[in-house]
């Protein structure tokens, strides 16, 4: 199943931003309220003495009074210890039992929010599902993902077993885009039910704060989109209670109204989260008002994390076998260009399959003033205007499916190519090799009307839209998307062109030039040993400052003082460490980024101390990345190592994980910890220099827990990416 398209037309761009800020601004997480279908009891965690509740704690439970009583007072010691044994156990707390009460079975559960104890006690089912019956259902679904041929016939099988086992009139499988809009892939709908699939949603109806708690919270259930919240009491005199892992959280009211003008009457959503990303979503919905009990949602959440990692295999699988591909090809065209008359004879003979290497509509090889095309291609003025451009745009790869956005003049052959894929092989000559995708004009569906996706009512609050009815939209001016793939090859073919023309050249130089040859041989040894020399400085250099700051920190007596010292040493030994890793590299304009985080890890593990040896690991795939980005995300990365020791572990070794990993046209690195958890963000010169790092990346780092530890994700371009024209 194709990819839709990223970025949805002038709709997705139109949507009025100030709205959507609004949205992204709403404490969707402290809401001060529960839905009322269930009921709540704060207690202290030590003490188990009850504080807040909220809910019909008296209906449910059948207790008159609540407040001021223990856990065990009210539910009973046995069901009060095992609360305290999951919570102190588990750092996400748990399920804590089936039980009767007041005459109605009740699910328990609880979780700890910092010294609060958070009880939710809910409906449950008059006789709990068999534990064979629940493996039995998810084996059979298992079964049938594993025998899906592609992603499309996966989610169709997938929304078909999500329905059979929750019940609900209506499941969708639903999958965020590049720009945080999303799509409905597949789609399983009772009779009656209006259908949306292959509709997409604009990035404002789950904003970013609701994204983050669904990779939190992994099932969210609204009963009934009609409910009344029902408030926290007494009310709350300090911070107010955070709600994020609670599964009774009252919901955004201005989410309740967009449920209503759906025409829903129960709701329920199952994140679909892939290596800590949030993939997409199971959406669940029901004409009337329908609960969805624990041991329902335990299978949803099983069922969805199948669901994940099947579509990670099918994705890491199509992305070997695209690499395969690619690799025969590369071959391919490099033996084209080692027949008799190497490059300046094979040029134009080799352009078809330069064309089919990356599947590209048309090719363009523009070398010593001679411009050879194959299959659609612009007009050869306009081609060779256009490598003119590319050859302004610097040394890096450019990349874009969007082309008349970037380059506004290619609005004139938008038809022959909207995407551009584009490398100067060498500047010298010049060499510049092109390749185009034909614009695939696309109608996408709309949920309603994306600019209207949001809006502020005459009090100015927030409120959805009202109609879901289809709005098309015709997106012109794109093509297919690179993969990553494609551009690491483009890059490697880059690198073995340069290789048989500096080939060809020395062949012809030892023919001819034996002797200039020979004086050449003994000017890069001479520049390689200066460059070792200065190497060899900088190092000792850089070892002089450290071992002064450590004479300076043993000289003062004043402990903050001989900290910051200590501080300053190894922030220069990261720096030598970054150097010297950076210089025992063997190419020089691009670097394979994964050996060289394993490569300066390595170094980073014997600098820190035998204490710590085998303590910081990295797991990383192959990604060729420009050098001065390679530099960049080795400070990056060497900061947050220093910070996972400072503050996780207190300065003591612990476990530190280091992860690369290609992320559609991004890389992600994540940096994992095992310590103590999300701290405060600093506001020294380390926090100063890392923003700094990242916004030079033009990436972005955030930060989520890790139960236990703390997890560091950057996530930026391999190459930095072009500037849209002005």
Same mark, same amino acid.
């Given at each position: 199943?194709?990819?839709?398209?990223?970025?949805?037309?002038?709709?997705?761009?139109?949507?009025?931003?100030?709205?959507?800020?609004?949205?992204?601004?709403?404490?969707?997480?402290?809401?001060?309220?529960?839905?009322?279908h269930g009921a709540m009891l704060v207690a202290g965690r030590t003490t188990q003495e009850i504080t807040?509740?909220?809910?019909?704690?008296?209906?449910?439970?059948?207790?008159?009074?609540?407040?001021?009583r223990t856990l065990g007072e009210v539910l009973g010691d046995?069901?009060?210890?095992?609360?305290? %044994?999951?919570?102190?156990?588990?750092?996400?707390?748990?399920?804590?039992?089936?039980?009767?009460?007041?005459?109605?079975?009740?699910?328990?559960?609880?979780?700890?929010?910092?010294?609060?104890?958070?009880?939710?006690?809910?409906?449950?089912?008059?006789?709990?599902?068999?534990?064979?019956?629940?493996?039995?259902?998810?084996?059979?679904?298992?079964?049938?993902?594993?025998?899906?041929?592609?992603?499309?016939?996966?989610?169709?099988?997938?929304?078909?077993?999500?329905?059979?086992?929750?019940?609900?009139?209506?499941?969708?499988? &639903?999958?965020?885009?590049?720009?945080?809009?999303?799509?409905?892939?597949?789609?399983?709908?009772?009779?009656?039910?209006?259908?949306?699939?292959?509709?997409?949603?604009?990035?404002?109806?789950?904003?970013?704060?609701?994204?983050?708690?669904?990779?939190?919270?992994?099932?969210?259930?609204?009963?009934?989109?009609?409910?009344?919240?029902?408030?926290?009491?007494?009310?709350?005199?300090?911070?107010?209670?955070?709600?994020?892992?609670?599964?009774?959280?009252?919901?955004?009211?201005?989410?309740?109204?967009?449920?209503?003008?759906?025409?829903?009457?129960?709701?329920?959503?199952?994140?679909?989260?892939?290596?800590?990303?949030?993939?997409?979503?199971?959406?669940?919905?029901?004409?009337?008002?329908?609960?969805?009990?624990?041991?329902?949602?335990?299978?949803?959440?099983?069922?969805?994390?199948?669901?994940?990692?099947?579509?990670?295999?099918?994705?890491?699988?199509?992305? &070997?076998?695209?690499?395969?591909?690619?690799?025969?090809?590369?071959?391919?065209?490099?033996?084209?260009?080692?027949?008799?008359?190497?490059?300046?004879?094979?040029?134009?003979?080799?352009?078809?399959?330069?064309?089919?290497?990356?599947?590209?509509?048309?090719?363009?090889?523009?070398?010593?003033?001679?411009?050879?095309?194959?299959?659609?291609?612009?007009?050869?003025?306009?081609?060779?205007?256009?490598?003119?451009?590319?050859?302004?745009?610097?040394?890096?790869?450019?990349?874009?499916?969007?082309?008349?956005?970037?380059?506004?003049?290619?609005?004139?052959?938008?038809?022959?190519?909207?995407?551009?894929?584009?490398?100067?092989?060498?500047?010298?000559?010049?060499?510049?090799?092109?390749?185009?995708?034909?614009?695939?004009?696309?109608?996408?569906?709309?949920?309603?009307?994306?600019?209207?996706?949001?809006?502020?009512?005459?009090?100015?609050?927030?409120?959805?839209?009202?109609?879901?009815?289809?709005?098309?939209?015709?997106?012109?001016?794109?093509?297919?998307?690179?993969?990553?793939?494609?551009?690491?090859?483009?890059?490697?073919?880059?690198?073995?062109?340069?290789?048989?023309?500096?080939?060809?050249?020395?062949?012809?130089?030892?023919?001819?030039?034996?002797?200039?040859?020979?004086?050449?041989?003994?000017?890069?040894?001479?520049?390689?040993?200066?460059?070792?020399?200065?190497?060899? %400085?900088?190092?000792?250099?850089?070892?002089?400052?450290?071992?002064?700051?450590?004479?300076?920190?043993?000289?003062?007596?004043?402990?903050?003082?001989?900290?910051?010292?200590?501080?300053?040493?190894?922030?220069?030994?990261?720096?030598?460490?970054?150097?010297?890793?950076?210089?025992?590299?063997?190419?020089?304009?691009?670097?394979?980024?994964?050996?060289?985080?394993?490569?300066?890890?390595?170094?980073?593990?014997?600098?820190?101390?035998?204490?710590?040896?085998?303590?910081?690991?990295?797991?990383?795939?192959?990604?060729?990345?420009?050098?001065?980005?390679?530099?960049?995300?080795?400070?990056?990365?060497?900061?947050?190592?220093?910070?996972?020791?400072? &503050?996780?572990?207190?300065?003591?070794?612990?476990?530190?994980?280091?992860?690369?990993?290609?992320?559609?046209?991004?890389?992600?690195?994540?940096?994992?910890?095992?310590?103590?958890?999300?701290?405060?963000?600093?506001?020294?010169?380390?926090?100063?220099?890392?923003?700094?790092?990242?916004?030079?990346?033009?990436?972005?780092?955030?930060?989520?827990?890790?139960?236990?530890?703390?997890?560091?994700?950057?996530?930026?371009?391999?190459?930095?990416?072009?500037?849209?024209?002005?």
């Amino acid at each position: 199943m194709a990819d839709p398209i990223p970025l949805m037309g002038d709709a997705a761009r139109n949507a009025d931003p100030g709205n959507d800020d609004a949205c992204a601004r709403e404490p969707i997480h402290v809401p001060g309220a529960i839905q009322p279908h269930g009921a709540m009891l704060v207690a202290g965690r030590t003490t188990q003495e009850i504080t807040h509740g909220a809910g019909d704690v008296r209906g449910l439970l059948g207790v008159q009074a609540w407040i001021g009583r223990t856990l065990g007072e009210v539910l009973g010691d046995g069901l009060a210890q095992r609360i305290a %044994r999951i919570t102190q156990s588990s750092a996400s707390g748990g399920y804590a039992g089936h039980v009767g009460m007041a005459g109605a079975p009740l699910d328990i559960s609880a979780h700890v929010d910092g010294d609060r104890l958070i009880v939710e006690i809910e409906p449950g089912l008059e006789t709990p599902l068999p534990a064979t019956a629940i493996l039995g259902q998810l084996e059979a679904a298992g079964a049938a993902f594993e025998r899906a041929a592609s992603l499309k016939a996966l989610c169709d099988r997938a929304v078909v077993e999500f329905r059979r086992i929750t019940g609900f009139d209506r499941v969708m499988i &639903y999958r965020f885009l590049d720009d945080s809009a999303g799509a409905v892939l597949a789609e399983d709908v009772a009779e009656g039910m209006p259908s949306f699939l292959n509709h997409h949603f604009p990035g404002s109806d789950i904003p970013a704060q609701a994204r983050a708690l669904y990779v939190r919270n992994l099932v969210r259930v609204i009963p009934d989109v009609g409910y009344a919240p029902a408030a926290l009491e007494p009310s709350w005199a300090d911070v107010p209670l955070d709600m994020s892992d609670c599964v009774l959280r009252s919901v955004s009211p201005v989410h309740m109204q967009y449920l209503r003008n759906m025409g829903v009457g129960a709701s329920a959503s199952v994140s679909i989260v892939m290596d800590g990303v949030l993939w997409g979503l199971i959406a669940c919905h029901h004409r009337e008002p329908k609960l969805m009990p624990y041991d329902v949602r335990a299978a949803a959440r099983t069922l969805a994390g199948g669901f994940a990692r099947q579509v990670k295999a099918m994705e890491e699988a199509e992305g &070997y076998r695209e690499r395969l591909r690619l690799r025969g090809l590369e071959d391919e065209v490099t033996a084209r260009f080692a027949r008799d008359g190497g490059l300046d004879g094979n040029l134009a003979e080799a352009a078809p399959t330069l064309r089919r290497m990356l599947a590209a509509d048309g090719v363009a090889a523009f070398r010593a003033g001679e411009l050879h095309m194959d299959g659609a291609h612009p007009p050869e003025s306009q081609v060779l205007d256009l490598v003119r451009w590319v050859e302004a745009q610097g040394p890096h790869p450019v990349v874009t499916d969007r082309l008349p956005e970037a380059y506004p003049a290619a609005r004139a052959f938008q038809a022959q190519a909207s995407g551009l894929l584009a490398l100067v092989v060498a500047p010298d000559e010049p060499f510049v090799i092109l390749w185009f995708r034909a614009e695939e004009v696309q109608v996408v569906e709309w949920a309603g009307n994306p600019h209207k996706a949001v809006a502020l009512d005459q009090d100015e609050a927030l409120t959805p839209r009202a109609s879901f009815e289809a709005w098309r939209e015709t997106v012109e001016g794109r093509s297919r998307r690179w993969s990553l793939a494609e551009v690491d090859a483009a890059a490697r073919l880059r690198d073995t062109l340069l290789e048989a023309r500096s080939h060809r050249r020395l062949q012809e130089l030892n023919v001819r030039l034996s002797d200039a040859v020979r004086e050449k041989d003994g000017l890069l040894q001479q520049k390689e040993l200066l460059i070792k020399e200065v190497n060899h %400085r900088i190092q000792n250099s850089l070892q002089l400052v450290s071992s002064f700051l450590g004479l300076q920190a043993r000289s003062l007596a004043d402990p903050s003082i001989h900290a910051a010292f200590d501080e300053a040493r190894r922030r220069l030994q990261a720096v030598a460490l970054v150097h010297r890793r950076l210089y025992r590299a063997d190419q020089i304009e691009t670097i394979e980024l994964g050996r060289y985080l394993e490569e300066l890890v390595a170094d980073m593990n014997a600098s820190l101390g035998r204490e710590w040896e085998g303590l910081v690991t990295v797991e990383a795939s192959p990604i060729l990345i420009p050098t001065d980005r390679a530099v960049t995300l080795g400070l990056v990365v060497t900061e947050l190592v220093i910070n996972a020791n400072k &503050y996780a572990y207190g300065g003591a070794p612990g476990p530190v994980q280091v992860t690369l990993e290609a992320q559609r046209a991004n890389l992600r690195v994540v940096v994992a910890d095992q310590g103590q958890g999300k701290h405060a963000p600093g506001e020294g010169f380390g926090s100063r220099m890392m923003t700094a790092m990242v916004r030079q990346l033009q990436g972005e780092l955030v930060f989520a827990g890790n139960r236990p530890g703390l997890r560091a994700i950057l996530t930026c371009p391999v190459a930095a990416p072009i500037q849209p024209a002005t």
